[in-house]
C-alpha cells in the first residue's frame, strides 16, 4: 500500500462528507472520531485536572478515522489502519489497549510531582452541517485507547517521549511527520 504523508482525509474530502451529508437517510449531522493530540496534568502518576486539546485543524483531519451518522448509524468513512503511522488493519488494537508509556510519580530531575502528560486519545466532533461543535473525549488515562507520547516538568522541560516507534499502535519508526 502506498503511504503518503498526508492524512487518509483531506480537506477537500472533508468538505463533500459535510455537503453530503448521511447517505443513507440524508440527515445532515455527523459524528467525527479522530485521533488527536490532548495534555493532562499528572501529579503522582495520577491525573490532576482536566483533558485540554492540544491540535490544530490539520491534525484533526489528519487524525480521522471514521465518521457516522448519529441518527441511523451510517458509516460514510471509515479506515482500519493506524491514524497515526497507517499500519494496515492496526485500528481496532489500538482502541482496545491501554498506555504503554510511562507516568511518572515526579520530576527524576527536581521531584516535583506536577508534570504535563501529552497523550493522543480518541475525539467525537460532532458537525451540524459545516458547522463543528466542540470535541469531547470519554478516555482517560487507563482506559483503552489513550496511548502516552511526551511527559515534560514546568521547570526542567522535556523528560521523555515516544521518539523511536508510533505512539499509538507501537510499530517501528521512522513514522510520517503530519501536517502542521
Ligand atoms: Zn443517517
Ligand atoms: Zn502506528
Ligand atoms: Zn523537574
Given at each position: 500500500m502506498y503511504v503518503s504523508a498526508?492524512?487518509?482525509?483531506d480537506a477537500s474530502g472533508l468538505d463533500r462528507l459535510l455537503a453530503e451529508?448521511?447517505?443513507?437517510?440524508?440527515?445532515?449531522k455527523l459524528l467525527f472520531r479522530t485521533y488527536v493530540d490532548a495534555r493532562l496534568p499528572i501529579a503522582g502518576a495520577e491525573p490532576n485536572g482536566p483533558i485540554t486539546w492540544a491540535y490544530k485543524g490539520e491534525t484533526f483531519l489528519d487524525g480521522v478515522f471514521d465518521v457516522s451518522c448519529p441518527d441511523c448509524k451510517h458509516v460514510v468513512f471509515h479506515a482500519d489502519v493506524c491514524p497515526r503511522c497507517h499500519r494496515e488493519g492496526a485500528l481496532a488494537t489500538i482502541l482496545e489497549t491501554t498506555n504503554r508509556f510511562v507516568v511518572p510519580e515526579k520530576c527524576p530531575q527536581c521531584d516535583i510531582p506536577d508534570l504535563q502528560y501529552l497523550a493522543m486519545i480518541p475525539a467525537r466532533v460532532l458537525y451540524a452541517g459545516v458547522r463543528a461543535e466542540k470535541a469531547r473525549t470519554?478516555?482517560?488515562?487507563?482506559?483503552?485507547?489513550f496511548h502516552g507520547v511526551r511527559v515534560q516538568c514546568?521547570?526542567?522541560?522535556?523528560?521523555?517521549?515516544?521518539?523511536?516507534?508510533?505512539?499509538?499502535?507501537?510499530?517501528?519508526?521512522?513514522i510520517r511527520n503530519r501536517p502542521s
Open positions: 498526508m492524512g487518509l482525509l451529508g448521511c447517505t443513507a437517510c440524508k440527515g445532515k470519554a478516555t482517560e488515562l487507563l482506559d483503552p485507547g514546568a521547570t526542567c522541560g522535556l523528560l521523555d517521549a515516544v521518539n523511536a516507534k508510533c505512539p499509538l499502535c507501537d510499530a517501528p519508526g521512522p
